[in-house]
């Protein structure tokens, strides 16, 4: 027995390390697109495009070039919550979670790959672009995460989640600190500013392509009993998941407080860079460095907030990163234009609480997934994760399209933190966790 145990110890450590470097793979999508490039660069290319009155049309419709990028980011949650609970219930159906993952990460990454095309005036593909890779990053992303339960045991997995949080901040402070040098010195490499931008959107399908290739070889399929298999295919089934999670509405209550303050987090995340730009007058140079500070900020925050979660708890934890959230938003609003040192005070408080704040999340909504569910429960998660949420973009995008401000967008985020914290604070999780039919940790 002490063989055997030691030999599924070593293959739960092999699947650990293989999972852990898909966050490695695709956060650079996440850090040098989502939240560096393509908000500033898209909404220029719009801007291109647009009439007299600041205006894009697409499809006809009165669209504020400002706007653009924070409507395509919403939109393609609207994508993405229609493909995922099916991905979500076939990948729970069939065991086959591999193929599926490999479809969606590289169907996001040839489209990420592809931005190097978005050049000129040429917007609409920019926001055609941007929808593929972001729906396409959330289906992987759900699948990757429902892998979390079966990889590591209850007591593991505030450290596990963390740790993967933390690789993916270390890649995309990697890549960035590569960007921002072929970015200020574009002209020794003989290419140009918007050539430089292209080039560095390219990178990251290339990079979130290549590093897909490990954990495709180090995770394992494991096949649902006949018993287990859903028989309703498609939206049948969609139908089948959202009535089994009303047996279970602690957990539905959990991932209802989590949609709520992650779309604050996220749409800081993807709007952050465009606020700087547009809002506060900063160069390219100053937000690159400036998210660069996160990504470094976030991994030891990401390991830090994962020891206060042994120690207080993990529900405890989450809470205090949402109220040191409000606190950072709230200064944000007031930051003077033209300062770069406020800026990057500001990112060293988001820096802090940004990876710890999810990947607990992560980590304790694994705890409230009935067995057998993993893939459909987190489809439902991974619709507010990682800059996909819809809400948020869509009330910022509203809010500069009425005002004209980006700073009155920005403060409308708060209502989302303060919102999520009493939604949270209310979730008993102790019994969510007994009632979705797993052991209850000694702390959470």
Not at 309 to 332: C, D, F, P, Q
Not at 355 to 363: C, D, E, N, V, Y
């Amino acid at each position: 027995m002490g063989t055997a145990a030691a030999e599924e110890a070593a293959e739960r450590r092999r699947e650990q390390r293989g999972w852990y470097v898909y966050d490695w793979a695709c956060s650079v999508y996440s850090t040098s697109v989502l939240t560096v490039f393509l908000g500033p660069y898209l909404t220029t290319v719009a801007e291109a495009a647009a009439d007299a009155d600041g205006f894009v049309h697409p499809l006809g419709i009165p669209v504020r070039a400002g706007s653009f990028f924070a409507y395509s980011v919403s939109l393609s949650v609207i994508v993405a919550v229609l493909v995922m609970p099916l991905v979500g219930a076939a990948a729970d159906r069939t065991g086959r979670k591999k193929p599926l993952l490999a479809a969606a990460a590289y169907t996001g990454a040839a489209a990420t790959a592809c931005m190097f095309l978005l050049d000129g005036d040429r917007y609409l593909l920019g926001g055609a672009l941007l929808i593929v890779a972001n729906a396409a990053q959330s289906v992987a992303m759900m699948l990757y995460n429902s892998y979390l339960p079966q990889i590591a045991p209850p007591e593991e997995r505030d450290a596990v989640s963390s740790r993967g949080w933390a690789f993916g901040y270390a890649a995309g402070a990697l890549v960035l600190v590569a960007n921002l040098v072929l970015y200020l010195a574009h002209d020794s490499f003989g290419v140009s500013e918007t050539t430089a931008v292209r080039i560095c959107l390219a990178a990251a399908g290339l990079w979130w392509g290549a590093f897909t290739l490990v954990p495709l070889r180090r995770l394992r399929d494991r096949r649902s009993s006949p018993g287990e298999r859903a028989t309703a295919p498609g939206f049948r089934q969609l139908a089948a998941t959202v009535r089994d999670m009303r047996r279970h509405p602690l957990t539905l209550a959990f991932l209802l407080a989590y949609l709520v303050y992650n779309d604050g987090i996220q749409t800081v995340i993807s709007q952050a860079s465009i606020y700087g730009s547009k809002e506060l007058g900063l160069g390219q140079s100053t937000l690159i460095g400036a998210v660069l500070l996160v990504q470094v900020l976030a991994v030891a925050g990401a390991l830090l907030m994962g020891r206060l979660a042994r120690t207080y708890g993990t529900k405890r934890t989450i809470l205090g990163s949402l109220v040191a959230w409000t606190v950072t938003l709230a200064a944000g609003y007031f930051l003077p234009a033209g300062a770069p040192v406020w800026f990057f005070v500001l990112a060293s408080g988001i820096g802090l609480v940004l990876g710890g704040s999810q990947a607990l999340s992560r980590s304790l909504f694994s705890h409230l997934v009935p067995p057998g569910k993993e893939a459909e429960y987190f489809s439902a998660y991974e619709v507010s994760d990682r800059g996909t949420s819809w809400l948020g973009p869509l009330l910022f995008g509203l809010t500069y399209q009425l005002t004209g401000s980006y700073r009155d967008a920005i403060i409308s985020l708060v209502a989302f933190f303060a919102l999520g914290f009493v939604l949270l604070a209310r979730v008993p999780v102790r019994q969510a966790i007994s009632d979705a039919g797993n052991p209850v940790p000694a702390r959470i």
